[in-house]
């Protein structure tokens, strides 16, 4: 197993800058509203607080479907979004983040519009079950069943078979990216590409980043301890790699990688840490650190310009994984 102390030497640090203006803009906003850490709330209380924020900007599709499908332990809820595209398209199985306790279809669905749009790709938005009602290994097991469901069934949506990826953002680059290896240990399905946006990849806690970056920057130390205790509270399963892929011993053999990352985020560091992993592995992989900004930038693009920018990008990446031989 991977140490759960050792982190790696930061890329970009020439790059360091103040926060984003925009992003102290966002932030002070929330400050003057009293937004609370999630922390001091009960799952409820935060799923209801989540629930409010409308996320980014909406835009339109050719489709939206709201299904369902099965999964291990019942039906999984999935909203599939199709874009003014014609032909067989790629698919992109995405997963919501939110600590696997807050978060829902409704709070990504903006961000899954511009992805279907940007990158040209169906997006199916994953419903997966939701702690503490449902602790891991729920979640990464509904992400799996939907994975798999897609690429089954992939004719039907209108999509290829050949070209399906998986993405998430915080909790859920921490599924796309333990979905990726569960594909890779199950035999199948075959992806093309695995987009981790400020991915949750270790239970350790104890990066620089999350000391530099413990309070004051939207997601703190304090909602991270939250978080991990109501998915995760045995101390024995905090190294288990589809926790914490991180702790994998082996990521050789998995699909290309997009990981982001934001300078003023408790996740940073091992979100680099796995992208350094990924390439020492041999996995063709692609890490842009984004400096100046704070956790969830990346669904923000009616309050920051980067996000846009961010999510470009990150469209980009699945063409061009998409387009691969």
Known sequence: ???????????????????????????????????????????????????????????????????SLPGPDGEVPIRIYTPHASGRLPALVYFHGGGWVICNLDTHDGICRRLANAAHCIVVSVDYRLAPEHRFPAAPEDCFAATHWVAENASELGADPERIAVGGDSAGGNLAAVVALMARDRGGPSLRHQLLVYPITDRALDSPSYSENAEGYLLTRAMMRWFWGHYLPRESERVAPYASP?????????????????????????GEAYAVRLREAGVPTKHSAYAGMMHGFFSMGDAIDVAQQAVEEAASELVHAFERE
Request: glycine share 4%; hydrophobic share 45%.
């Open 246 to 270: 991180l702790q994998a011993e082996d990521l050789g053999g998995l699909p290309s990688a997009h990981v982001i990352t934001a300078q003023y985020d408790p996740l940073r560091d091992e």
């Open 1 to 67: 197993m991977v140490a759960p102390s050792v982190f790696y030497e930061r890329p970009l640090v020439e790059t360091d800058m103040p926060l984003d203006p925009q992003a102290r803009l966002v932030l002070d906003q929330l400050e003057a509203v009293g937004f609370p850490d999630l922390s001091s709330l009960d799952p409820v209380a935060a799923r209801t607080l989540a629930a409010a924020d409308p996320g980014a900007p909406v835009e339109e599709v050719a489709r939206v479907e709201n299904r």
